[in-house]
């Protein structure tokens, strides 16, 4: 395990309870301060001789790979997508399609850390609040982990793909009368208390593993690092991973360049892109948050300060798109790629067709969209956005009929 300590990203103070979820001294944000002293001895190609996956980059991973929780995570496609990128009307486009994780989302990236983890500390119970996706996940990682597991969802806000898979894994699904961010307060008190170990990416552990995904984009593309990266912001902890990944491979000499990094959210649950409009460090939180795109439906991001330091940082950008545009954006990623995304997670090419129709992001740019989650956790949204199958009799004519007609 690569040597580490966990700082309060606020005050810098160590914090040394494995146990808190906030800082000690000063109720801040915490965040993993990795020795990356060994790598910088390493070239990227040292990596190539495990699989691709999260567990390839174990020496930026907090956690011992020998006792790793792991159903193969990560090492998802890179797809260059010149039909799309022929339709927004700019050169080079990549989807980096984060479904095909073995739950369907990016979140087991993290959960895979996150639950090894919570095995080297030896607690028994688990526990997150959840848009869908988190709970998915975590649930399945528990089971794997033998571990109990419990889930808080919003009551009836969740796509039903993901609330089966908690369910299917033998988690204990709560459904908390509320939304995401009431749920997590609940979660949240749960663990103050000690009733079990909260597995949201309030916890620092979590967001390391989703370092991997812009490990893997940069050894997709060769460490030829693009222009831009975008990708949809809820809780805002995966912007800030990557943002971190980015730090740090900077910091061991194997990028020199950093790419905008450019966060996407739905209008209506848009407090991180509100407060970048208005030139702010700090949000908002949005009460009654609300969108299509469930799950990024989160009013009050934990990790939104985070989120917008990437965002300055790196020169990037942060916008809202409507549900119009991100259905659309969703069938067009379908339609023109055949690839099925969720709809948060068409947030990111929604998001990069109006920053070029507003001039922001320039169409010789060399652009990777991260698509977080698997259309078919949604499948109401998809058949309610979607025409009619066509009724048919039983013959050539009127199959032809229909099909010519
Ligand atoms: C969790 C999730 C997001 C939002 O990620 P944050 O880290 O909360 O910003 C976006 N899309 C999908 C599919 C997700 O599951
Ligand atoms: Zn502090």
New binding site residues.
């Given amino acids: 395990m690569a040597d580490h300590e966990v700082i309060c990203w606020d005050c810098g103070a160590n914090v040394e309870d494995p146990f808190v979820n906030t800082c000690p001294k000063c109720g801040g944000l915490l965040t993993v301060k990795m020795d990356l002293e060994p790598v910088k001895e390493m070239r990227p190609q040292d990596l190539r001789r495990d699989i691709s996956g999260v567990w390839r980059y174990a020496p930026f991973m907090p956690v011992d790979p020998s006792r790793k929780v792991s159903i193969q995570e990560g090492g998802t496609p890179l797809y260059r997508t010149d039909r799309l990128a022929g339709e927004l009307g700019i050169s080079e486009v990549h989807v980096k399609f984060?479904?095909l994780n073995p739950t369907g989302?990016?979140?087991d990236r993290g959960m895979t850390i996150g639950v090894s983890h919570a095995k080297e500390l030896g607690v028994k119970v688990v526990g997150c609040a959840s848009?869908?996706?988190?709970s998915a996940s975590l649930a399945a990682y528990a089971a794997k982990a033998d571990l109990k597991c419990a889930v808080f969802l919003p009551s009836g806000k969740v796509a039903a793909g993901k609330l089966a898979q908690a369910l299917f894994y033998g988690a204990k699904v709560l459904s908390v009368d509320g939304n995401f961010d009431d749920a997590l307060d609940l979660a949240r008190k749960m663990a103050d208390e000690k009733k079990l170990y909260l597995l949201n990416?309030i916890n620092p552990y979590r967001p390391e593993g989703?370092k991997s995904v812009l490990f893997e984009i940069m050894d997709q593309l060769e460490y030829d690092v693009p222009d831009r990266i975008i990708?949809?912001?809820?809780?805002?902890?995966?912007?800030?991973?990557v943002y971190k990944a980015i730090q740090e491979l900077k910091e061991v000499g194997w990028i020199d360049k950093v790419p905008m990094l450019t966060?996407i959210q739905a209008e209506g649950s848009a407090p991180v892109a509100k407060a970048f409009c208005s030139g702010k460090r700090d949000f908002v939180p949005e009460e009654n948050p609300e969108t299509i795109?469930t799950?990024?439906r989160?009013g009050n991001?934990v990790?939104g300060r985070k989120?917008l330091h990437a965002i300055y940082d790196t020169g990037g950008f942060s916008i809202a798109v409507t549900d119009e545009e991100i259905i659309e954006a969703q069938q067009l990623i379908g339609r023109k790629e055949g690839i099925c995304?969720?709809p948060?997670?068409a947030?990111s090419a929604a998001g990069l067709k109006k920053l070029i129709s507003t001039g922001v992001a320039d169409r010789d740019e060399r652009v990777v969209c991260i698509c977080?989650?698997n259309g078919l956790?949604d499948p109401e949204t998809i058949i309610k956005n979607s025409p009619s199958p066509i009724q048919c009799g039983n013959s050539v004519t009127d199959a032809e009929r229909i099909l010519y007609g």
């Fill in positions: 984060e479904g989302s990016f979140k848009t869908g996706n988190t990416s989703q990708l949809p912001v809820g809780n805002a902890a995966n912007i800030w991973a966060g795109a799950a990024i989160i991001p990790s989120a995304v969720e948060a997670s947030a977080t989650g956790k």
